[in-house]
């Protein structure tokens, strides 16, 4: 377990390291970097990066978590899988899964607060991960009531799908949109994070395997339909501010060209002397 924990910390390191020195040589004051990224709230929100057939691979991981309770062979995979985790390493114990399913988010917060800029603004960023969030905790709360599946420890019957992968793969499709288009590493280190989340659930006894495949689903699903649907949400809600706006500078300009709409100015001339005439209805 410390190898991997000595991995993923090398990677983080490694990355931000990276990006800072590619991406912007000069550094950046704390005080300027929070100013810009939470004050400054653009017109539009950038939209989803990728096309909308992105969305097939997590719904058919959210599939196949489904008809394990109809398809005796995915079930009984899920029994193989457990049987080689309790063979390999019965006394297996770790949290560390609890920390794992926030790191992501955390990581583009940070890397954001150190001037690495990602795809949208503090104010867009925090309201897609909250849609995210808010769509997760819906589909996956109810899919748990309704399934009613008991954990492999016995715990409870709250065991499909996985909530900790869930939120880690959420995370981690959260971080590739952000940052994919800097550098696709971001997105394969968000991923290693979720993944060894849904592996320490298993290892902990928490989950079946179609538990965490299908908890990876909702997360991933969640995050790209929150970007899909934000920012037609976000311009809607703004447009009438900008109609607003739009209207009142033209009655300003109404205003200002209605004032002399019949003003008249032209050269005179009386005798010897030479002067302009000036007339106009107020």
Do not use: C
């Not at 539009?44 to 196949?64: C, E, R």
Request: glycine share 8%.
């Amino acid at each position: 377990m410390k190898k991997i924990f000595i991995i993923l910390l090398s990677l983080i390191s490694f990355e931000v390291s990276a990006q800072q020195n590619t991406a912007d040589t000069a550094k950046k004051k704390l005080a300027d970097t929070l100013k810009k990224d939470i004050l400054t709230a653009p017109d539009t929100v950038k939209k989803l990066h990728s096309k909308p057939v992105t969305l097939i691979p997590p719904a058919a991981m959210i599939t196949y978590g489904g008809l394990s309770f109809v398809v005796h062979p995915i079930r009984r995979f899920d029994y193989y899988i457990k049987s080689q985790i309790r063979r390999s390493d019965s006394t297996f114990s770790t949290k560390a899964e609890s920390y794992f399913q926030f790191t992501p988010i955390i990581i583009v917060y940070g890397l954001n607060l150190a001037g690495v800029e990602g795809k949208n603004r503090f104010i867009d960023r925090t309201a897609l991960l909250g849609l995210s969030g808010g769509i997760l905790a819906l589909t996956e709360g109810l899919t748990k009531r309704f399934t009613h599946r008991l954990r492999p420890n016995g715990a409870d019957y709250l065991s499909f799908p996985s909530g900790h992968t869930g939120l880690a793969f959420m995370g981690a499709e959260f971080m590739a949109q952000e940052y994919d288009a800097k550098s696709p590493w971001y997105g394969v280190l968000g991923y290693s994070i979720a993944t060894t989340t849904g592996v320490f659930r298993m290892y902990n006894r928490d989950h079946w395997f179609s538990d965490v495949v299908a908890g990876a689903g909702f997360g991933i699903l969640s995050t790209k339909l929150a970007y899909l649907i934000y920012p037609p949400i976000r311009n809607w809600l703004t447009k009438g501010d900008q109609k607003a706006a739009q209207k009142s500078s033209d009655n300003i300009d109404n205003k200002k060209n209605s004032r002399f709409r019949n003003t008249l100015l032209m050269p005179s001339m009386q005798g010897d002397a030479v002067g302009l005439a000036f007339s106009t209805d107020f």
